[in-house]
């Protein structure tokens, strides 16, 4: 039974991002600092519901990892007979991530939450079957239901019987995510912070843009009429314009006149676009560390030096986020898995395995039969590139002996010589 459940959609409310300001926004993040992450939650959502930018360089960020290849590497063992049982221990969570319903979607949900608020709190949803037990599902807390209490534990609230209530983690089965970030509480380590203020300058920004826009984007109709005229002529005058903005087409009497006042001479919002274009120039840096791979000048990008960043920023924070979240499902869920399952081991307490992303940027190149016979790749790097899963350890570790060279230095062995080697 599950301990946690969400509030219902007709009782939902939040507090938006419509008309905020900045000392409101320095509020929500006060409130966050305090330990209370409702206000500031709500906020993030108001940011990627609204805002394209934000939402695009956040969602590539988090699917790079959240969307990559999970295995599971051996652990490294000093005897055969470990190093045997560590082999099953990967193998049998590879089967058990199969059975994980929509994976990709709750590691997205967990990863957003950890690395983008500092914290992520996920139920786990175990089944029984003939085989065992296996993780069904990850159902992920809304980040607005989870604060910090004394020693900054995270507490949860719940709904259940609609009545909102919160409840600790230390019973039940529970991932909790929080990378942290050096020198800033849990509460405030996530990366959507360092955003806040470059987002909601770019909000008031597009605003003020927008008013000029409707200001100075259509020519200005101006009546033209003697002093003396009566009101009546006057009011006559003032229909003309709205006709003719309208209906293009008006009337008017002698005397008067409809002049065209062109915007050409007024302010076009040129500020205001270079001002929201360097706030979005932030909001990248202080996401993927580098604008060079998402931003293109007048004179269009320079590739090399693009992937170069990527190589140097965007890639360590990829890597960081893929480790951080592969120890949590280790610790989170692999130790509670093998210890359950202990009984397709025999009873043995089985080495655990690592949790490792296959980052996109981490593929595999092609191997070809130039680079065996250099003698300079592993028989984990042509395992990986075959799309064969890795064993790790010593074994994976050794380089791969070109056909050729082992059947020659078999030749001019003995034959006891040669039934050792194949050994």
């Known amino acids: 039974m599950s301990r946690w459940e969400p509030r219902p959609p007709r009782h939902w409310s939040s507090a938006g991002v419509a008309g905020l300001t900045p000392a409101t926004l320095a509020s929500r993040i006060d409130s966050a600092k305090r330990g209370d992450l409702e206000s500031w939650a709500d906020t993030v959502e108001g940011m990627l519901s609204t805002d394209p930018h934000v939402r695009a360089v956040w969602e590539t960020m988090l699917r790079a990892v959240s969307g990559s290849e999970l295995y599971w590497e051996p652990a490294e063992t000093g005897t ?74 995270p507490r949860i609230r719940t709904y259940a019987d609609n009545t909102p209530r919160w409840i600790d983690l230390d019973k039940g ?67 003309g314009p709205e006709s003719l903005a309208s209906g293009h087409v008006a009337t008017l009497e002698v005397g008067q006149d409809i002049k065209v006042i062109s915007a050409g001479g007024a302010p076009t919002g040129e500020a205001w676009r270079r001002a929201i274009q360097a706030y979005n120039h932030e909001i990248t840096k202080g996401i993927q560390g580098s604008t060079l791979n998402v931003e293109v000048g007048t004179t269009g990008g320079n590739r090399a030096l693009g992937e170069s960043q990527a190589e140097t920023t965007i890639l360590p924070r990829q890597r960081a986020m893929a480790a951080s979240l ?31 992303f296959l980052l996109q940027s981490e593929e595999a190149p092609a191997i070809t039969e130039l680079h065996v016979n250099a003698g300079v790749i ?23 002996v070109p056909v050729a060279k082992k059947a020659a230095k078999e030749s001019d062995l003995s034959p006891a010589d040669s039934a050792d080697l194949h050994d």
């Open 173 to 239: 089965d529970w991932t909790v995510y929080a990378p942290g970030t050096p020198g800033l509480r849990p509460s405030v380590g996530g990366i959507l912070l360092a955003v806040a203020w470059p987002w909601i300058f770019k909000k008031w920004a597009t605003l003020y843009q927008q008013g000029g826009l409707e200001r100075f984007a259509d020519p200005l109709l101006v009546g033209v009429m003697g002093e003396a005229s009566a009101d009546v002529a006057r009011d006559k005058l003032h229909e």
């Open 80 to 153: 055969d007979r470990d190093a045997a049982l560590a082999k099953l221990a990967a193998e049998h969570m590879t089967r058990q991530s199969a059975k994980v319903e929509s994976l990709g979607d709750s590691l997205f949900a967990i990863l957003h939450g950890g690395a983008g608020l500092g914290i992520a709190v996920a139920e786990q949803c175990w089944r029984r079957d003939s085989g065992g037990w296996h993780l069904r599902r990850f159902r992920t807390v809304h980040s607005r239901d989870i604060r910090f209490d004394r020693g900054w534990t």
């Open 326 to 356: 592969g120890d949590t499902l280790v610790s989170s869920w692999a130790v509670r898995d093998l210890h359950r399952n202990r009984h397709l081991f025999g009873g043995a307490l089985v080495p655990i395995p690592k949790a490792r």
């Open 378 to 400: 592993t028989r984990d790097e042509l395992r990986a590139s075959a799309g064969l899963e890795r064993v790790g350890g010593d074994w994976g570790k050794r380089y791969v």
